[in-house]
C-alpha cells in the first residue's frame, strides 16, 4: 500500500491538470480580455544584441526569408509576393486571432538568439509546447531540464531543451540547439504547460474571460559557454520583455 499512498498526490495532479485541459477546449468560447504579460512590440536591443525582424515570402511555393539587414521591400524579391512577419504555415495552422512576434538578436560576434513570442487570443490552442512540433521537423530532444535563475524576488524558471539532428541520411550538418522556453500571462509566470492550463480553465470557467497566455521561446546554437550565454540573455529579456 505505501508506493499507492506515495503516488496518490501525483495521481491526484494529473487528474486535475487532465481536467483543466478539458474544460479549455470544452468550454463555450469567452471573449478575450486583459491585458498581455509581456510587450507587444519587441526590443529593439537586448543588451549588447541587436534585434531585426525576420520576414516571410507568404507564396508557398516560393517561402524566402528575409531580415531587417537584408533591407527587404514590402515584396519578395524572387517572386513578388507580400512579406509578413508570419509564416504561411503558422498562418495556415495557428488560430486567427493568434499574433506572433519574433526577432533575431546578434552582437556582432557570432552568437545569434532566435526569440519568437506566440500571444493567445480567446482560441487558447496557439501554444503548444515544442516537444510536439520539434519532432516533426526532423530534430530529437536529447535531454530536458528545467531551470531556475535567481533574480529579484521573483526567479526565472523555464525549461532547456538539448536538441540533436535525427535524420541521420540528411546531406547538411545541423548544428547541435539550445531551446528555451516558458509562458507568461499578466502578473503570471510559468515553466509548466499543465500550470498554464490550469489558470486558463478557472479563469474561463470562473471569471468569464479569457486572459492572454504568451510563449516565450529563445533558440541558439549549443557549444562551449553556449548555456552560461543563454541564461545571460534570458534574464536580459525578460527584464526588457516581461510585464512583471
Request: proline residues 8%; glycine residues 8%; contains cysteine.
Amino acid at each position: 500500500m505505501a508506493p499507492f499512498c506515495h503516488s496518490r498526490p501525483l495521481l491526484i495532479a494529473v487528474v486535475i491538470l487532465g481536467l483543466a485541459a478539458v474544460l479549455v477546449v470544452t468550454l463555450p468560447e469567452v471573449p478575450a480580455a486583459g491585458e498581455p504579460g509581456v510587450r507587444t512590440d519587441m526590443p529593439a536591443r537586448i543588451g549588447r544584441f541587436r534585434g531585426e525582424r525576420i520576414l516571410y515570402c507568404q507564396n508557398l511555393q516560393c517561402l524566402r526569408t528575409y531580415s531587417d539587414s537584408d533591407h527587404p521591400p514590402t515584396n519578395c524579391l524572387s517572386c513578388g509576393a507580400a512579406l509578413d512577419e508570419v509564416s504561411p504555415a503558422e498562418r495556415m495552422s495557428l488560430p486567427p486571432d493568434t499574433r506572433i512576434f519574433k526577432r533575431r538578436y546578434t552582437d556582432g560576434g557570432g552568437r545569434l538568439f532566435y526569440v519568437s513570442v506566440v500571444l493567445t487570443g480567446a482560441d487558447q490552442r496557439s501554444i503548444h509546447r515544442p516537444q510536439q512540433c520539434l519532432p516533426a521537423q526532423g530534430y530529437v530532444i536529447a535531454r530536458s531540464r528545467r531551470l531556475s535563475l535567481p533574480e529579484g524576488a521573483r526567479p526565472l524558471e523555464f525549461n532547456l531543451l538539448e536538441v540533436r539532428d535525427g535524420t541521420a541520411a540528411r546531406r547538411e550538418v545541423r548544428r547541435p540547439l539550445l531551446f528555451a522556453y516558458w509562458y507568461v500571462g499578466l502578473g503570471r509566470e510559468t515553466p509548466s504547460n499543465g500550470m498554464r492550463l490550469l489558470w486558463t480553465a478557472t479563469d474561463r470557467l470562473f471569471h468569464r474571460q479569457a486572459n492572454p497566455w504568451a510563449y516565450v521561446a529563445v533558440l541558439t546554437d549549443d557549444g562551449p559557454g553556449a548555456e552560461e550565454q543563454l541564461k545571460a540573455f534570458l534574464v536580459e529579456l525578460r527584464a526588457a520583455l516581461v510585464r512583471l
